[in-house]
């Protein structure tokens, strides 16, 4: 039993992606300028997925292969392997697993240690009862190199997952680096020489999981992803940011190793999702788990070190910063591409004319196109972000910092600054006495930012309290909810009210709908702020 560490990474394609041979050419080269010895090889590789029909074996965690290699001399040698669960953090895969050469393409299950397998587990007729469920078959380009304290095996795959009865192949075109023996951070030393000349992104999904998820036709039955409706023409967008699971028996230092974790995987698992189908309201997301991490170290900061210079925690919050500034511009597009739809409310409500949809359009194509926002997602700099991310939680795990903190308990730390966020934010629209006031407008925008804070620092902490109070915490949160959707239509509404005073006519009747548009969604706004500052806190 071998246990495999690797990273894997997703190359970018589209219409004038580098062929398998100027990839192959790029590493070559990339490797040969950096003086590093490497050997490289070529195969055929066509790999089968077994389990029952009844999926027994997924269910304990444990995925069957059998491989043929074919040589440049087409002699083809088979091996069945056996991994067993493992972790994926930030694209970090490590698993253990087993190997053992066959003859042939079927698996013997006879032949691996009956330790792998649970108690009173019959092999006979698990062996009769297993079927090929679907195969991948790929070109594998590998590098073997050597450094001076380690070996690392870059392994370029290019090929496709098939299922039989599905016409739909699912491309694989990605990158392995697979620590052979030495120092883990060699895998990092080698991946960033990598970000420097290929368009990659960290892959959560091993080619056996996309296998899966076309023998479900589903990607996201496989990723654990949540299945909600979207229609992205709607102004009002559902809170889409889960409740970090926390342990309540956890140190301060776990809670926050544990949050960046969960954080990181959702945000590489939003990427993936917004690779295969672009949408606006998916980089949105992709910016609220950017914003998520950040409020991590935010809310943690009192545990990280405090030096003059700048430390690495705070060099990860000020690229965090940076990515989140980057595409700011998504809840805009949202916006407007809400209100120029054919379909929306506000379009057939208000007859918006054409000369205003067009201004709203120009606006909306002055933002960066998916071409770009693709870019930005596999660039080097967003790459390095995401892998020291990970070297920070590697550090921290191998440093033992997850002891008991005997100064504050989780819990403790928890309602501490579920308090205060909802002090500033309480004190904040406190503010607002008058409904329909000239100002009112304003200051719920200006709000806006503290109540996304407030409402992040729930997805941190909230779980803590859910066991035997999720009533009270869906209770205490939905004002709160309701004032944030209600402020999204605002800002779309103020955007309008914007473009309105540049046309070369007056639209008196558009003008007044949007006033008393305006009005409405106010006199609702202080509805939900007069229930939201009158809820008992569930922490307390």
């Not at 057939?348 to 997602?377: D, G, H, M």
């Not at 406190?430 to 620092?457: D, F, V």
Request: aromatic letters at 8%.
């Amino acid at each position: 039993m071998v246990t495999e560490i690797e990273l894997k990474y997703s190359l970018l394609e589209c219409r004038d992606m580098a062929t398998e041979q100027q990839v192959k050419a790029q590493i070559c080269q990339l490797l040969t300028e950096q003086e590093l010895s490497f050997v490289h090889q070529v195969k055929q590789l066509s790999n089968h997925y077994f389990d029952t029909e009844g999926l027994v074996l997924r269910q304990q965690r444990i995925a069957l292969r059998t491989r043929g290699t074919k040589s440049l001399h087409d002699e083809v040698r088979f091996e069945q392997t056996i991994k067993t669960s493992g972790t994926v953090i930030a694209g970090l895969h490590q698993r253990p697993e087993y190997n053992v050469d066959i003859d042939d393409a079927k698996p013997i299950l006879a032949l691996f240690p009956e330790k792998i397998w649970r108690p009173a587990t019959d092999i006979k007729q698990l062996q009769l009862d297993i079927v090929e469920l679907f195969s991948t078959n790929f070109t594998r380009h590998t590098w073997l190199v050597t450094l001076s304290n380690a070996q690392v095996e870059i392994a370029f795959d290019s090929g496709e997952v098939a299922c039989q009865g599905h016409r739909n192949k699912p491309r694989i075109y990605e990158i392995e680096l697979e620590l052979v023996s030495g120092d883990t951070q060699a895998l990092f030393v080698l991946t960033k020489l990598l970000f420097s000349q290929l368009a990659l992104r960290p892959g959560q999904l091993t080619k056996a999981a996309r296998g899966y998820a076309l023998y479900h036709e589903s990607i996201n039955a496989c990723a654990n992803l949540e299945n909600i409706a979207v229609n992205d023409d709607e102004l009002v967008e559902p809170i889409a940011l889960s409740m970090i699971d926390l342990p309540k028996n956890s140190s301060l230092d776990s809670a926050f190793s544990k949050g960046i974790e969960y954080s990181i995987t959702q945000l590489q698992l939003s990427v993936d999702g917004y690779v295969d189908a672009p949408s606006l309201f998916k980089l949105a997301k992709i910016s609220e788990l950017l914003a998520l991490l950040r409020q991590g170290f935010w809310l943690f900061n009192e545990l990280l070190p405090a030096k003059k210079s700048p430390t690495e925690e705070q060099a990860l919050r000020s690229e965090l910063s940076y990515f989140i500034r980057t595409i700011h511009w998504v809840d805009n597009a949202r916006y407007i591409q809400a209100l120029t739809s054919k379909r929306s409310s506000n379009q057939k409500a208000a007859s918006v004319n054409q000369e205003l949809i067009t201004k709203l359009q120009l606006t909306q194509q002055r933002y960066p196109n998916e071409s770009q926002v693709l870019a930005i997602l596999h660039s080097e700099r967003f790459n390095n972000l995401q892998l020291n991310l990970l070297s920070l939680l590697l550090k921290r795990n191998s440093a033992d910092t997850h002891k008991a903190d005997n100064s504050s308990s989780l819990i403790e730390f928890s309602a501490k600054h579920l308090t205060q966020s909802s002090k500033v934010l309480s004190c904040e629209l406190a503010k607002l006495k008058k409904p329909q006031s000239a100002s009112s407008s304003e200051l719920y925008l200006t709000a806006h930012s503290l109540l996304i804070r407030a409402l992040l620092t729930t997805s941190w902490f909230a779980g803590l309290f859910s066991d035997s109070e999720s009533e009270l915490v869906n209770k205490f949160s939905m004002p709160w909810l309701d004032i944030k959707q209600g402020i999204s239509e605002l800002q779309s509404l103020s955007l309008l009210q914007q473009q309105l005073v540049h046309l070369p006519t007056s639209e008196p009747k558009l003008a007044q709908w949007l006033t008393n548009k305006s009005d409405n969604l106010i006199t609702a706004l202080d509805q939900s702020r007069a229930k939201a500052l009158t809820m008992k806190p569930y922490w307390s």
